[in-house]
């Protein structure tokens, strides 16, 4: 998975290995009961990950839930960006505008040879989420980088598969991410499952966590093909 | 003889005669004349029609105007391809002048990107540039440039000056002299009737023999229902900048002679006309 150029590691994916990846991925999240999902395209059969989960804005506190029981109301109150609301819950928050529904996808991107995180993001009542809103939910440890140049980081872009408008955290910042992490011992690179190393870094910049359970992924068998 | 370097000229200095006309339901103080723009069909929408803005906002009341949006026979029209593109995938078997409606309100989210101010658009123009290079060169021609060199293409592709934007650009155009040519060439297939809006895919532009893989190799390897026949007749056009070049013709050619100043080849394939 990895080359050397100019004594400089690059670590890139090829398609093989990020659709092997999605795979194991997918298929511990359905165990896990995360609510990630492998799409495919009709028409050429390449495809992408997908996951839809909604979140609570703020901590105002909507006045139905006071009938509610204990255990609902504290983890409402408290709910953090990073807790997510299952559809029933969601369904059950006073104020329609609190709720945004985020939906997450992973792309392979063949000019960069990595995965790319499109996501978009909106209220109940369909209206979307602007830029400076969504930049508005990013983690707080990121935003001083995205102050200096936001249109390298995050940009709307274009979905290659769907046609619709998504923001895209940019690719050719993946490598600079993975390399920090990726520095290590090389004999570890061949059992590591890429996708859950790098969405595990660049989610949580906009809003996106992976339980710790991933972690414990078992490594991908020997015997495949290794780059 | 045609020299090479015309085709870059001709490019360039493409142009369509578009006749824009404000959405009816626009509310206005007086009565909207259509406006006339021989639009640039290697430029964007929304970097070359700040005229066509104003003379629409003259008769409109301050409150009615958001961001402006365009729209052809009810499709709207995305700012960020090329108008060339756009022309050549939507209208390039219609009478001219291209008759383009203009919007101010019900902004089509679903659709369309926002366009708040040219530095987005620049920003898009880079990112296409970037990635063309990032097929061609590994990255490593438009990493070595300076910023200030990244500017002059903007500013040439901005002010339409052909050779301040070539000075810069035909670095992006080279290759060692071991390689007969690019790493990948950078292009994307699109076609109106399909969901999804293009296709790309890693395509190298010399065989493993050597030989120079050309647009008719692309296709089939691709996109093949592109240039299958249907009962003997091939019912489709392959056109760029409106034209339909040979299928024999070197991939590598087309790359370094009609890519659009994104370093992008924009590929229409649109039905034939049955006249």
């Not at chain 2, 009565?31 to 640039?40: M, Q, S, V, W």
């Not at chain 2, 023999?209 to 691709?222: A, E, P, R």
Request: hydrophobic share 35%; with cysteine; proline share 6%.
């Amino acid at each position: 998975v990895s080359c050397s150029m100019a004594g400089e590691e690059v670590f890139f994916l090829e398609e093989k290995r990020f659709k092997q990846c999605c795979e194991d991925f997918v298929k511990h999240s359905q165990q896990i009961g995360d609510g990630w999902e492998w799409r495919t395209s009709k028409d050429l059969g390449d495809g992408y990950l997908s996951k839809t989960h909604f979140q609570v804005r703020n901590r105002h506190i909507p006045p139905d839930l006071k009938e509610k029981n204990n255990d609902n109301t504290e983890q409402t109150l408290f709910a953090h960006l990073e807790e997510p609301l299952d559809d029933s819950q969601a369904a059950g928050v006073g104020s329609a505008e609190e709720v945004v529904r985020y939906e997450y996808h992973v792309l392979y991107s063949s000019s960069y040879q990595v995965p790319v995180l499109y996501f978009r993001a909106c209220f109940l009542d369909g209206r979307p989420l602007t830029l400076d809103e969504i930049w508005g939910n990013v983690h707080a440890s990121y935003q001083a980088r995205l102050q200096e140049g936001p249109w390298d980081t995050i940009t709307q872009q274009e979905h290659p598969i769907l046609g619709q408008p998504f923001f895209v955290l940019h690719p050719c910042r993946t490598n600079e991410f993975i390399s920090a992490v990726l520095s290590g011992s090389q004999k570890h690179h061949r059992h590591t499952n890429y996708i859950i190393l790098w969405l595990s870094t660049v989610g949580p910049v906009v809003g996106l966590n992976l339980p710790l359970s991933y972690a414990k992924l078992a490594p991908e068998q020997s015997t495949s093909t290794d780059m | 003889m045609t020299d090479d370097k015309d085709v870059l000229r001709d490019v360039w200095f493409g142009r369509i005669p578009t006749c824009f006309t404000l959405y009816q339901d626009e509310i206005t103080e007086r009565e909207a004349e259509p406006y006339y723009l021989l639009l640039p069909r290697i430029s964007y929408l929304t970097l070359v029609t700040d005229k066509v803005k104003k003379h629409f906002q003259k008769v409109m009341r301050q409150e009615e105007v958001s961001e402006i949006w365009f729209e052809y026979e009810g499709t709207p029209l995305k700012w960020h391809y090329p108008i060339g593109l756009l022309f050549d995938l939507h209208a390039s078997n219609t009478a001219l002048p291209w008759s383009i409606t203009v919007h101010f309100k019900n902004f089509p989210e679903k659709d369309l990107l926002h366009c708040h101010s040219k530095d987005v658009i620049e920003a898009h123009f880079m990112a296409c540039i970037k990635e063309a290079d990032a097929l061609k060169h590994k990255s490593q021609v438009i990493n070595e440039m300076q910023k200030k060199d990244h500017k002059q293409l903007w500013m040439g592709l901005q002010n339409d000056k052909f050779e301040q934007f070539w000075a810069i650009n035909r670095k992006l155009m080279e290759y060692p002299p071991e390689d007969n040519g690019f790493r990948y060439i950078p292009f994307r297939i699109y076609q109106a009737t399909t969901e999804r809006p293009f296709i790309q895919k890693l395509f190298r532009p010399i065989a493993s023999g050597g030989q120079l893989h050309t647009l008719g190799d692309l296709l089939k390897d691709v996109c093949p229902t592109a240039i299958s026949l249907e009962d003997g007749e091939q019912k489709t056009q392959v056109m760029i900048h409106g034209i339909e070049p040979m299928l024999e013709t070197p991939i590598q050619w087309l790359s370094e002679h009609m890519s659009y100043p994104d370093n992008f080849l924009h590929i229409s394939i649109i039905p034939r006309p049955t006249d």
